[in-house]
């Protein structure tokens, strides 16, 4: 099972995507957890990442965590603005199993 895991800055507006990526998984019979958290308390679960998903909000940290985590085996990505905006959880989800 991937774990994949939203940073926003305050940990609340990836909450509903998170929501929407649930309900894309259940719908496509994919198995993964997904949560999200505030920048400030990503340690907490940096040892239960595959996936570390940026929101736009945050996109500016991309470098940082690639070079900080990606080492570590954790792919980091900044979701889509407009797959944000949009709460497109389905179209998120699929572009991380791409990935994988």
């Known amino acids: 099972m991937k774990k994949i895991t ?4 305050a940990g609340m507006s990836t909450s509903l995507m998170v929501t929407k990526m649930k309900e894309a998984a259940k ?9 999200a958290t505030s920048e400030s ?8 990442t595959d996936i570390l998903l940026l929101g736009p909000q ?6 940082k965590y690639k070079q900080t985590y990606e080492p ?7 979701i889509d603005s407009i797959d944000y905006g949009m ?8 572009k991380v199993l791409e990935k994988i």
């Open 41 to 48: 308390k990503f340690k907490q679960y940096e040892n239960d």
């Open 87 to 94: 709460m497109n959880g389905e179209k998120v989800l699929m």
């Open 6 to 9: 939203l940073i926003c800055a």
């Open 27 to 35: 719908k496509l019979g994919e198995e993964v957890e997904i949560r």
């Open 58 to 63: 945050v996109g500016f940290l991309l470098n």
């Open 72 to 78: 570590k085996g954790i792919k980091v990505e900044v």
